[in-house]
């Protein structure tokens, strides 16, 4: 039995490193948000360039990073993540420094776009989308023209118990920073505790904390005033054209997401080809069409149809007014502070 | 030889519950005593910082707040359940096996397809006000959605078969002839059911009582959607923690507490089972 275990055991391991040296050594691996670009990009990518991509899923920028730091950055070719994550991927030398002269169509992107705070000159990232965060609302069922983080976190009495804010801790904590005038970044320990309190009796005057339905929310009524990524925002007012989107005068978060190489790519070429042909102002304009989202690719904005812009103002946001919003970075070891103060804005009554 | 158990036949199962459970809960009790990473992932000194946080009166108090949502439900749902149970096993018996499958119907959809059912039903614009306004009613209803009660509610739903099935099972082997000879005795019907069925049944009960509590206590999906995200349940911390916070070690910790938290439930709940049943073995020998 002992011997047959182990014989097991053996079988079992040699099968699937050879599994995952064939896997590694035959496909480009992308790992993307599901549909975050065109569903037939991958095949078009294959048939112009004679490679054979493959596209893996992660729900969320901490599921890739965990097998990313489990594997040690091996299995992967390419990955999209937002800034403060490529931060880490870079911070841990997992990320490949970028060979700007195998990405011919970096020269599309915006002069703004290569000077981000994460990765000035793009030494290893680059840029996809990018947005900001603000309030979406029903301009037929709000009162005034919304104008502040204030109008969310202290509502009139008509808006209580009708808003709801981003569960996220990045910007749930973002919301009230914001308000009081602090960076998105902030790690003092009394700010943050401002931050919670402010939070706190925002808590009591919420529908409810939404990262995924704010906006039917807002479609069906349910909700007549949210805190929402603007791309989001763009998918309410796609259902109803009484939705505005608007960036608090106090400021927003610039959110930025990057695809990035990974150092141990076993097909550094083909990576190389593929973040091109993202780059490519026709394919990346497919981003800012079907998601709504801004593209950081002056050819693939300029060439977006007019009456889309009209229909979702936000997109006609410019780069210059996005550069003037800080990002968010990563926290390091600030990160559990955050968690905390979150969890004690959760737990509250 | 020939009367050998067969205890290979277990090996399978044995395989399949420690190459992918035993194994995988051993190496999240692991990480629990491990620092988390700059970035994230794992630093491997040992420390017991991560313990020590569970005990905090924050997360602790995290803790409690599950335990009384899940002891409500748990409760609620034991008292509704065995109620069915009692009027089910008092069917004809031909009518029963219909009754439970009845009962059980809702286990045959998906989880989550029921809880945003519960929303687009309950929601301030959702079904039931319509309805309520279709038939002239205008005042602004009570919020039914995003509440505690709400969780409850849903967790009593969801969860509600289970104590049918555990309540019908002792209630439908019980012998009529020993609540017969309790009647014959003198005793009335509530009596009876509070001196010979209730007891006769606790295992029952104490199963169903278990299932749902250990069942919710870690339930993440409802507080987040029925409950607005309001309030973090302990599911919902631990989830926070590996999908979020990317807090690893600190979220073993709490997983590590929890599982503690079950295991003494359940073992308290086999060891009341076996009591119940140990006595009756007990009276039918004297």
Not at chain 1, 281 to 306: S, T
């Amino acid at each position: 039995m002992t011997r047959l275990t182990y014989l097991f055991g053996v079988t079992l391991g040699a099968g699937l490193a050879a599994f995952a040296v064939a896997a590694q050594a035959e496909n480009l691996v992308v790992s993307n948000w599901d549909g975050y670009m065109a569903p037939d990009a991958i095949e078009k990518f294959n048939s112009a360039t004679g490679n054979t991509a493959e596209l893996v899923l992660h729900a969320t920028n901490e599921e890739i990073m965990g097998k990313l730091i489990a594997s040690k950055g091996k299995g992967y070719d390419v990955v999209f993540v937002s800034s403060p994550f490529a931060e880490i991927l870079n911070n841990l030398g997992l990320a490949e420094t970028l060979d700007h002269s195998k990405i011919p169509n970096i020269a599309n992107l915006y002069q703004d776009a290569t000077v981000l705070k994460h990765d000035p000159g793009n030494a290893f990232s680059l840029p996809y989308a990018w947005g900001t965060t603000g309030l979406c609302y029903r301009s037929d069922l709000v009162a005034g023209t919304p104008d502040s983080w204030m109008n969310l976190l202290a509502p009139t009495a008509e808006l209580t118990g009708k808003t709801t804010m981003l569960a996220t801790d990045r910007w749930l904590l973002a919301a009230g920073q914001l308000a009081l005038g602090q960076s998105v970044n902030e790690t003092d320990q009394a700010k943050l505790e401002e931050v919670r309190d402010l939070l706190i009796s925002a808590k009591k005057t919420l529908l409810a904390y939404d990262d995924t339905t704010f906006y039917s929310k807002l479609v069906t009524g349910e909700a007549h005033l949210v805190q929402a990524w603007d791309g989001w925002c763009n998918y309410g007012i796609g259902e109803n054209a009484d939705i505005k989107y608007v960036i608090p005068k106090e400021g927003s978060d610039l959110w930025v997401d990057t695809m990035v190489i990974l150092k141990d790519s076993a097909n550094k070429e083909a990576a190389y080809a593929f973040v091109n042909y993202i780059l490519d102002a026709e394919n990346h304009r497919w981003a800012a069409e079907n998601i709504l989202y801004k593209v950081p690719n002056q050819p693939a904005m300029e060439g977006l149809d007019a009456s889309l812009i009209e229909a979702y103002p936000n997109l006609a946001m410019t780069p210059a007014e996005l550069l003037k919003l800080e990002q968010l970075r990563d926290l390091g070891e600030a990160q559990r502070a955050y968690s905390r103060i979150v969890s004690e804005i959760k737990a509250a009554n | 030889m020939a009367d050998r158990k067969p205890l290979y036949l277990m090996t399978p199962a044995l395989v399949w519950l420690s190459l992918f459970m035993v194994i995988p809960c051993l190496l999240i009790l692991a990480l629990a005593f491990f620092r988390r990473g700059i970035y994230g992932g794992i630093e491997y000194d040992f420390t017991f910082e991560n313990i020590a946080l569970v005990f905090d009166p924050l997360y602790a108090g995290i803790f409690i707040k599950s335990a009384i949502i899940a002891g409500q439900a748990a409760l609620i749902a034991s008292v509704v359940g065995y109620a069915a149970a009692y009027a089910i096993a008092a069917m004809p018996k031909s009518r029963q096996p219909l009754l439970l499958f009845l009962a059980i119907l809702p286990f045959w959809s998906n989880y989550l397809v029921r809880t945003y059912a519960w929303i687009v039903l309950l929601n301030r614009e959702g079904l039931i006000v319509s309805v309520a306004r279709a038939l002239g009613y205008n005042q602004e209803l009570p919020s039914l959605l995003y509440t505690e009660t709400a969780v409850i509610v849903g967790l009593v739903y969801n969860y509600l078969p289970f104590v049918i099935l555990a309540c019908y099972a002792p209630l439908a082997r019980m012998n009529a002839e020993i609540t017969e000879a309790s009647r014959d005795l003198g005793a009335g019907g509530w009596t009876t059911f509070r001196r010979i069925t209730l007891p006769m049944t606790v295992p029952g009960i104490a199963t169903g009582f278990v299932f749902v509590f250990v069942l919710s206590i870690g339930n993440f999906v409802t507080p987040a959607l029925l409950g607005g995200g309001q309030f973090q349940m302990i599911g919902n911390l631990v989830y926070a923690q590996f999908l979020t916070a990317n807090d690893w070690p600190f979220g073993a910790a709490l997983s590590m507490a929890l599982i503690a938290i079950m295991m003494g439930l359940l073992t308290l709940q086999t060891f009341a089972t076996e009591r119940a049943s140990g006595g009756r073995v007990r009276d039918a020998d004297g």
